[in-house]
């Protein structure tokens, strides 16, 4: 039995050496892992928090946008931004707003929250912001920062469309030859995206019609 007891106590001894040189260092790998958990999870619980605030917000800007209450649309909007900035709901009420805005004729709000999308919005939103901003100040005849828009990078996708709102831009400003070519460029990326049938006795692109007519309506432009 002494024998036995000699060895419990030898292990004990060890186990002791063994914690007193690593076990600062095991506590603290515990406690971060589990502090980590923690926050993973508090993390996830904001996100959904904020998602789920956002999205009656939005909800609101909806109803207010149906029944044309441009005041309601505007706040609303601007509380999506200001405090759910961060979900996808902030870029979508941004532009629901400017939609309302500009069909009300206030050009200037338009502006101000289609630019907010095309700072903070991403991927389609952000090209379909600078789009829109594009056209608005187009509208207002600021040619310049509508070409300084249109000449943003945006995604494939969206080539044709910025290049015919380039052509109209530069028609605008009655510079035919580079509005035919800005025309003639958003014709060839209608082909390379596959919306002109191949085939000649399928229906033409209604796209493609409209660019040759504008291209047509330049006349000679070389």
Do not use: C
Request: glycine share 10%.
């Amino acid at each position: 039995m002494a024998h036995y007891d000699l060895e419990e106590q030898e292990q004990l001894d060890s186990i002791k050496t063994w914690w007193k040189m690593y076990g600062n260092l095991i506590t603290g790998v515990v406690t971060a892992a589990a502090v980590g958990v923690v926050a993973w999870q508090g993390w996830g619980w904001y996100q959904r928090s904020q998602a789920a605030q956002a999205s009656a917000v939005y909800g609101a800007l909806e109803q207010a946008a149906a029944s044309r209450d441009s005041q309601r649309v505007k706040a609303a909007a601007g509380e999506l931004a200001e405090k759910f900035g961060s979900t996808t709901y902030a870029p979508l009420g941004a532009l629901m707003a400017a939609k309302v805005s500009f069909e009300a004729g206030d050009l200037k709000t338009a502006q101000a929250q289609l630019t907010w999308v095309a700072d903070n919005g991403k991927d389609e939103l952000k090209d379909v912001a600078r789009l829109r901003l594009a056209a608005v100040l187009l509208d207002e005849k600021a040619y310049d920062e509508a070409l300084k828009q249109l000449d943003s990078p945006h995604g494939p996708a969206f080539d044709a469309r910025f290049a015919e709102l380039k052509g109209d831009v530069l028609a605008a400003q009655g510079k035919k030859a580079d509005a035919k070519a800005a025309y003639q460029a958003a014709i060839a990326k209608l082909e390379g995206l596959g919306a002109v049938a191949e085939a000649g006795d399928k229906p033409r692109s209604p796209g493609r019609e409209l660019l040759e007519q504008k291209v047509d309506s330049l006349g000679g432009a070389a």
